[in-house]
């Protein structure tokens, strides 16, 4: 009895037997058995083998399976894997809501920007007004300040009105690409004044920082 | 070759301990399910003639319990073998010390095969489990290793703690003790 002197086809011959050659390999040693007899007989052992053994004895699986140490998961892995899909739809929810503010603000102010520009701001705002559109305006509360910002009857005009928390109401007619250099300017300075205002009005004159100061809070 | 069938199998066996990690019990159901007949195959393999099942359920169980030193350096099948070629060794050592007056490798060399032969119908195959029984143990380990669960001479010699150089011998060896068996 001789072995097939050809040892990577012979070292190849389990793995043909077993099926686990890809298809380009198990091609190449399928010829080199039909032409050599040693190999042959090898192949015909090793099938005969495996047949011989590939019986194993019934194991009942569902029985091991119960006797194995559960998992040991962390508590918020856990909870992922016991509820993905609701995790998923909080996201969903999250997502459109987000969506619909952002899309909703956008829409408001493209809205106010898009009025004719031969329009006053005056006339704008009773155009919409009568028109029984609704109107869209800045609100910011201020206090008596005792000034009202005014741009000066171009395309934008700010006003802020007096009293404690009276509304001041920035009103713009026409796009901001039509206003001149001037116009901008006194615009930018009414926004200013309503930045530094303070937030907290009184009926006098208050002297006291609308900031807190740091380390107050605790007492 | 056999190295993508390899990689395929060890990538599923990987993402059902990831699962069974998670929480998620049917993985182990399924890990279970993929090896544990190998794993009765191979405790025949070694003498294992009863307490087969619990031979192999104690193989998972302390797979299991152990799965994070699992590093995936070789195939889940392979570290499974590994455990329980140890586990039936040590099974062996503790009945040798309750009966040392009787040889266990002689003993299940002479009737470690005897309760499969009525399942044997075939004339060929009684033939051929008898001349893999004549086998020493470690060449039956090693050659039934090769053929009947086509494991590399890689993952033969890790299982039963041996070179990759000796793995090859053994397996010539037997395969050559086999053939002269049936065919001369």
């Known amino acids: ?219 | 070759m056999g190295q993508d069938h390899e990689r395929n199998e060890i990538s599923t066996d990987l993402d059902l301990i990831a699962r069974w990690k998670a929480g998620d019990e049917r993985a182990a159901s399924m890990l279970v399910e993929r090896h544990a007949p190998a794993l009765a195959r191979f405790a025949m393999s070694l003498g294992q003639r009863s307490d087969v099942e619990e031979v192999v359920q104690d193989t998972f169980v302390r797979a299991f319990g152990s799965i994070d030193s699992f590093r995936a350096d070789s195939s889940l099948r392979t570290w499974l073998f590994t455990i329980e070629r140890r586990l039936i060794l040590d099974r062996r050592r503790a009945d040798r010390r309750r009966k040392d007056d009787l040889s266990i490798e002689e003993r299940d060399a002479a009737t470690e095969f005897d309760a499969l032969d009525g399942l044997v119908a075939e004339e060929a195959e009684a033939r051929v489990r008898k001349a893999v029984q004549r086998l020493s143990r470690l060449q039956r380990e090693v050659f039934l290793l090769r053929v009947t669960e086509g494991l590399s001479y890689r993952e033969i010699a890790e299982i039963v703690d041996s070179t990759e150089g000796a793995a090859r011998v053994h397996y010539h060896n037997a395969m050559r003790a086999v053939k002269e068996s049936l065919y001369v």
């Open chain 1, 1 to 219: 009895m001789f072995d097939c002197a050809n040892v990577e086809m012979r070292e190849l011959l389990p793995e043909l037997a077993a099926g686990t050659l890809d298809a380009a390999t198990s091609a190449r040693v399928e010829e080199h058995v039909a032409s050599c007899a040693e190999c042959a007989s090898e192949l015909e052992t090793l099938r005969l083998v495996r047949s011989a053994f590939a019986k194993s004895p019934r194991v009942d699986t569902s029985r091991i399976v119960m006797a194995l140490p559960r998992p040991v998961v962390p508590a918020r892995r856990a909870r992922a894997a016991s509820a993905p899909v609701k995790r998923w739809i909080d996201w969903r929810i999250a997502a459109a809501l987000t969506t619909i503010t952002v899309g909703g603000l956008s829409l408001a102010v493209t809205r106010r920007f898009r009025l004719p520009p031969d329009m006053s701001p005056r006339q704008s705002t009773r155009a919409i007004d009568s028109a029984g559109g609704s109107r869209t305006s800045i609100i910011a509360r201020v206090p008596d300040t005792g000034r009202t910002a005014d741009t000066g009857g171009g395309a934008a005009s700010a006003q802020v009105a007096r009293g404690t928390e009276r509304k001041a109401q920035l009103s713009f007619g026409g796009g901001v690409g039509d206003l001149d250099a001037a116009s901008i300017e006194a615009l930018m300075g009414a926004l200013d004044e309503l930045d530094r205002a303070p937030m907290a009005p009184s009926a006098e004159p208050d002297r006291t920082p609308v900031l807190p100061v740091i380390g107050e809070g605790s007492r």
